[in-house]
């Protein structure tokens, strides 16, 4: 295939799915559909435009210009521009930013998937026909209910994505590995139990990403390329699991609360070491040792805002580092480490300003002390950035001083403010390391 002709197959594929969403949002105002009808539907077909990506196409590039080109056209639909189409996606209550996620989603398990068949094919599938079949089963069938941030889902919606992953799982585990028919029956019923729980919890469309996100990284670890079950592998984080959510109900936590920090403590426990799970969990504890101290409501879009922006900056380092060949892992500690400390600093008991600084400082050095512990820990390879304290140091204090110099900044944006200050000093940094390292190998 020349490259005119697969420029020429993104250009249709991208007006093809346009069409369909014009085509969907005049067919669902005429017959009144539900608004979960045609947004399901959209999210089926892109899901299943993506998942044949790979063998459609000889070179990489044309996938991901597809990608961008697609990501582009979401985030124009919310706007007068290209409103018209993007009722189909934008007509449910919610505000939801499922659309886009789709396509990061995409994006990161091509990117992560190490050429294994099963690790990109069954997260998009259980994306696309698990997620859509919970949707429509609860909207149509729903007779029982439990509350989630976004308002109510059904068991019985819960119950047909167990189902219907359970299926998938068993499919592609069947034909795409070479695992065992025993063990492959336990595996996929521990995935679709995971992606059950995923979906349940998730909120303003995040299941587009931590769903097939979760499938990837829980399968990723019970299933090497030999397909065997790799039990030591899996062992820690689901023993984390059990224990963050017997800890955090132990801690007055709502069930959901709880189950979010579980499956978020298990995620991060998936993609990496103990070591250097160390700090993002450390996020985790840190807010909410501070929503207690100060006697705010521990409330579910609290800890959902924050978990948002950990997974967010999780998903993006470990992307980051694939993409370009040089380890990222120490300046995803560093992200976390200074996640952690605006929120500490943020618990830091009433004081004058003097005072308020050297017990930010006090807070910003301990941190950056487990940071030099945990980096520690690490290879030779991660450390190909050469000496980066003094400048984490500096990131760490600085986010440690905001909420004692600007406290305004943190008044209901605590959570976004305080991964921005983590995230954009360790790109930064990045960036300058990678830049001044030539090769950015190691």
């Not at 094919?121 to 909207?139: F, Q």
């Not at 909120?203 to 097939?212: A, E, I, K, S, V």
């Not at 993002?280 to 006697?295: K, N």
Request: net charge positive.
């Amino acid at each position: 295939m020349s490259a005119f002709l697969q420029f020429a197959t993104v250009v249709a594929l991208i007006l093809g799915l346009l069409g369909v969403m014009a085509g969907l949002s005049h067919i669902a105002r005429k017959h009144a559909w539900h608004p979960e009808v045609a947004r399901k539907i959209v999210h089926v077909a892109a899901s299943g435009i993506a998942i044949p990506l790979p063998w459609v196409f000889p070179d990489a590039w044309p996938v991901w210009l597809l990608l961008g080109l697609s990501l582009a056209a979401m985030l124009a639909m919310r706007t007068p521009l290209l409103a018209g189409p993007g009722r189909a996606l934008h007509s449910v209550e919610r505000r939801s930013w499922g659309d886009v996620l789709l396509v990061i989603s995409v994006g990161l398990v091509l990117l992560l998937h190490r050429g294994e068949p099963v690790l990109y094919i069954l997260p998009l599938l259980v994306l696309a026909l698990g997620d859509a079949a919970a949707a429509l089963t609860g909207s149509t069938y729903g007779r029982t209910f439990y509350l989630t941030e976004d308002g109510r889902k059904s068991v019985e919606g819960s119950t047909m994505l167990f189902l219907v992953t359970l299926i998938l799982a068993m499919a592609c585990l069947l034909l795409l590995t070479e695992i065992g028919r025993g063990p492959l029956i336990v595996v996929a019923v521990a995935i679709a139990v995971f992606a059950t729980v995923i979906e349940a919890d998730s909120w303003r469309g995040f299941d587009n990403l931590f769903l097939p996100m979760g499938v990837f990284l829980f399968l990723s670890n019970i299933v090497g390329v030999s397909g065997d079950t790799s039990q030591p592998r899996m062992a820690l984080p689901l023993l984390a699991m059990v224990l963050s959510y017997g800890i955090s109900r132990m801690a007055g936590m709502n069930p959901q609360v709880s189950r979010i920090h579980a499956v978020a403590l298990f995620l991060i426990l998936s993609a990496t070491n103990f070591w250097n799970a160390i700090l993002p969990a450390g996020v985790l504890v840190v807010h909410a040792i501070v929503s207690a101290r100060r006697q705010e409501r521990l409330l579910a879009s609290d800890t959902l805002n924050v978990v948002s922006g950990l997974a967010l900056v999780s998903f993006g380092f470990l992307a980051l580092g694939t993409a370009s060949g040089a380890s990222a892992i120490n300046f995803y500690g560093l992200v976390c480490g200074t996640i952690a400390a605006a929120h500490a600093a943020r618990g830091l008991p009433r004081m004058a300003k003097a005072p308020g600084i050297l017990a930010a400082l006090a807070v910003a050095a301990a941190i950056w002390a487990v940071w030099l512990f945990v980096t520690g820990h690490n290879s030779a390879a991660t450390h190909w950035h050469g000496q980066i304290g003094i400048p984490a140091a500096a990131a760490i204090a600085t986010a440690a001083l905001a909420p004692v110099l600007g406290p305004r900044m943190f008044q209901g944006f605590a959570g976004l403010s305080a991964t921005l200050l983590g995230a954009v000093p360790a790109l930064v940094l990045y960036a300058l390391t990678f830049f001044l390292a030539g090769s950015g190998g190691g």
